[in-house]
């Protein structure tokens, strides 16, 4: 359907552009501004955060003024954790870039000081309340940042982790997470670890 009719190739490494492309200067020009110069969102790319012990880590705007941090929740920033594992399995994203966002799950939205599988609600570490949910209730993971478990042997371990213990009925996820509470979150968790620990190429999207 129009596969060949249409540059569907371009039009998908503008978006990876416009969308994965790191941003180290809030006022950096967006690497597609000479061809879409009136149509740039101002929330576009990844700003680069250094900690203080010199990790980097990427974080997700979300402008939204309704917004109460600035960046996307942890849950809507699974599209961005999705698209970057397939850009990267294409061949469109550097390595750097799937680095960031591993550390961007590792550091600031896992956070096992407040329990052993709690993700913070938002990517930069943020942790208030999300359309109702309470703290720690809506770090969503399994339909995009799970994906990154490909890529990093630490990660996976943490997938795996989350699908045992949800088999076991999730006593290591906060009470009222939807990471457990959703209906779809247990089998997504529990099918996601069955292919990492098979012979499957989980590298390869299906």
Known sequence: MGYEGYPYEDWAKLLIDLYLTPRYDP?????????????????????????????????????????????????????????????????LLDQHIMDGLTNTLRRRIWAPEKGPLYFNNYVDGSDCGLDGLESGRGGNLWFGWHRLAAYSADIEELFLSIAYDLTHGGPSLPEGAQNKAMKEAPPCFEAWAARLLSAAQTRSFP
Do not use: K, M
């Open 27 to 91: 006022n950096q020009s967006a690497p597609c501004r000479d061809r879409i110069s009136d149509r740039v969102p101002e929330d576009w790319g990844l700003p680069v955060i250094t900690d203080s012990d010199g990790a980097t880590w990427l974080s997700i705007l979300d402008l939204d003024p309704d917004s109460p941090t600035g960046v996307l929740d942890t849950s809507h920033a699974n599209r961005t954790a999705w698209l970057a594992a397939r850009a990267y399995g294409e061949g």
